[in-house]
């Protein structure tokens, strides 16, 4: 074994390799650059023994700025004390000279380029992995400002904590996550969710759909279907900001939109483009004889005037088709996007981030919940928890914010749930008594004046997902009324096989099931 003034010699004679990356650092390592060869030496080579180490530190410094180059330099010194690993060294500086993480670092001053450095110099350390790390990269790049730091936190956290067990698979899922909702898993999914299921979750969202759209009026009194040609949407948006030389044109433009955004919106937009846009009218007319509405569209949103925007995003295109987006407009559509149902808006502990056992990720892995997701103007404020089984929709609870406990929206929900089971062929509809939240308990509460019946259905409700209607301890089941009844059923005791679930209902004789 070399004794240590051997390795001493075996590294000077290094130095020579040394320089010949230190010419390529455009001054940055010199005698009296920010850091010395013998910088080099003291902080790297020495703890690796390797004088490849410092020939590949000396390769990153040189493709930063002075300050970047520095905290570079430091976090590499950092990395070779503690890890005393050459090969880690060479292979996060060779992943940080990259031109896609450089790229990215560039774009950031100050503080956040501080931190970015240090978040990526370290998912390279812990993945070892050049695909990982511009993934990481890419992402980050994607944000501006404070969230780009966010995201390049929580990415490093999930790289630490799994440095053990696979941090390059975890920051590649988390990546695939990011692609598909955005930095918002961060707020809906805890850490440790994220590095335990994040094979669960992305086959969850790799699987997700989202369908049934339908579109309601908040205007109408009786919450009727939206009775407008979304494909003409686009058009009449344009013509109810910049007007028409045609006044049936107009008005019929003006009362379509009006019926989605509001009046006081349409005549915001309007007052708007006349008072500071009015030169725009010509061009705008000129795509439209062109038919290119996009394109005029696109000039619109470009004046970034947020009244005007407002009416031109009242259409926009999600997943492949066109919504209808709007403050008078309750979207309902089926969805099994666990990311579509976030416990800080609906107050329901089975939605993320809380995901309460049995929650919102059983219910996406089995097909028999149907989960409706109820919006307004692009913003989620209620869901429905349903589940369908042997012919019998079962409502097990309506949740959401306190702006969905409002009787027009209940109706239009009720409505909605009611020709939701029969498009399933459902024989039964059982709105559930059994709720827990203000929500549900609120909902059960406005259709009682419908005059449905109390009733009792016989189902077995056999899935791992939670349901209201099999919690309550006085729950009757199969003529068995105890408060001992829910744990006989876990126990398969007696014979027992299911519950009779306690439910305002309506019957469907005629509906046949396929």
Known sequence: MKGYPDRIMETNKSLDELLENVKRSKGKISDKGLISPSD????????????KAAIAVAAVVGRYNEKTATAIFNLFSHFAFYDRNPEV???????????????????????????????????????RNREATIAAAEK???????????????LLEIAYRTRHIGSKKAIMTTCHLLDKAGSRIFDMLDKDTIIKQYKELTELLDNSYEKNRKEYSLNLEKGEKLKIDVGKLPYYSLISVIGSRDPSNEKNAVSTVMEIAGEKAVNRARNEFNSHYKNLRNTIISYINDNDINGALKLLKDTKNEAINDIVNASEYRNGSRIVKGKNVLEAVESNNPLDYNSSVQIACVYLPANHKGGIVDYCKDERFKLIRYDVNGNTIGSAICYLEDGNFL????????????????????????????????????????GYNETPRKFIENIKEYGLKLDKTKMALDTEGYLEAKQNPYLTIYGVTSIDAARQLESNKGGVQGYMTKGYCIDFPHNKRK
């Open 395 to 434: 409502v097990d609870s309506v949740e959401g914010h306190r702006t969905f406990r409002k009787k027009r929206i209940f109706d239009i929900v009720y409505k909605d749930l009611v020709n939701r089971a029969k498009e399933y062929h459902a024989k039964r509809i059982i709105f559930s008594v059994d």
């Open 40 to 51: 080099l030496f003291d902080k790297i080579t020495i703890y690796t023994k390797d004088p």
């Open 89 to 127: 060294i060479i292979k996060a500086a060779n992943i940080m000279s990259l031109d896609e993480i450089v790229n990215v670092v560039v774009g950031y001053k100050g503080d956040y380029s501080d931190c970015i450095v240090d978040s990526l110099s370290n998912i390279a350390r812990y993945t």
């Open 140 to 154: 980050i790049g994607q944000n501006k400002g404070i969230k780009s730091v966010y995201v390049a936190i929580m």
